[in-house]
């Protein structure tokens, strides 16, 4: 397609101007297409780079063995008796601005549509690794559970202890949204290893890996972040500054 600059020009070039051309062929009129194209392209790529997939890899480029980082066993007596019952009991539940609040066992979310994925996993700290992620995608979770007006954040309320308080950490909805963000239950074909977050453990994958948030015990709905622990949206960017967009 051509584009409307090069038209313009052509049409300049040309100069054969309709009404309509030779108002657009004006030197303000054209600064002001031209700013409008740039937003407008501005806007598109943000939205597109927002959106678009992460890298995908086969099962030949797994890594031997998928590291954990941070906590590997949440201390609380809570999640002991639920590893111990293997999680019978564990709900997870989705509430906030939805329409819905849901409390779901981990058989219904294993029952709800999966999706598979094998994934770079990129951690600021230095090293980063591959595995294959199957769970639920969480748009899924959050069209049950309908978002309210107002809905902007979805918050993950984890259930390990992490400096004061739990870990958390919060996304945008375009994140939530996105096709390859799930709450995974499986790594490399089996039950989620506690290292890694048992039972279920988000992927979102545009973002570091401080932003997968492990052991998630809720999923809150928000419209800001300035009531969630220090009011910038994730246990590492309220204590040491981390970015809250850490889309890569
Ligand atoms: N609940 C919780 N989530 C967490 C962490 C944590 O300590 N607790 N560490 C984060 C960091 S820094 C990274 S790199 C990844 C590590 O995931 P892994 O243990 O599966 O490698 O989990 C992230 N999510
Ligand atoms: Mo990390």
Redesign the pocket.
């Known amino acids: 397609m051509i584009s409307r600059r090069k038209a313009i020009g052509a049409i300049g070039a040309a100069g054969l101007l309709s009404g309509c051309d030779r108002i657009i062929a004006s030197p303000t009129v054209r600064g002001v297409l031209r700013s409008a194209e740039g937003l407008t392209m501005r806007a598109q790529r943000l939205v597109t780079d927002r959106t678009a997939l992460a890298r995908e890899f086969g099962p030949v480029d797994l890594s031997p063995v998928f590291r954990s980082?941070?906590t590997a066993m949440p201390r609380s007596a809570d999640y002991a008796a639920h590893l111990a019952s293997r999680f019978a009991d564990w709900r997870l539940v989705v509430d906030g601005l939805v329409a819905r609040p849901l409390s779901l066992s981990l058989a219904q979310i294993g029952a709800m549509p999966a999706r598979t994925q094998i994934t770079r996993h990129d951690?600021?700290?230095g090293w980063s690794a591959i595995g294959q992620w199957t769970g639920v995608p969480l748009r899924l979770l959050l069209d049950r559970a309908g978002l309210r007006n107002g809905a902007r954040y979805i918050v993950f309320h984890c259930a390990d202890d992490f400096g004061a308080g739990k870990y958390y950490e919060s996304i945008d909805l375009i994140d939530a949204f996105h096709p390859q963000t799930i709450m995974a239950w499986a790594l490399n074909g089996q039950m989620l290893p506690v290292a890694n977050g048992a039972p279920i453990r988000l992927r979102v994958e545009r973002q570091?890996?401080?932003k997968h948030a492990k052991y998630v015990m809720r999923i809150e709905v928000v419209a800001s972040l300035a009531a969630i622990g220090g009011g910038k949206g994730g246990y590492w960017e309220d204590s040491n500054d981390y970015e809250w967009y850490a889309g890569i």
């Open positions: 980082n941070g951690c600021v700290e570091l890996g401080y």
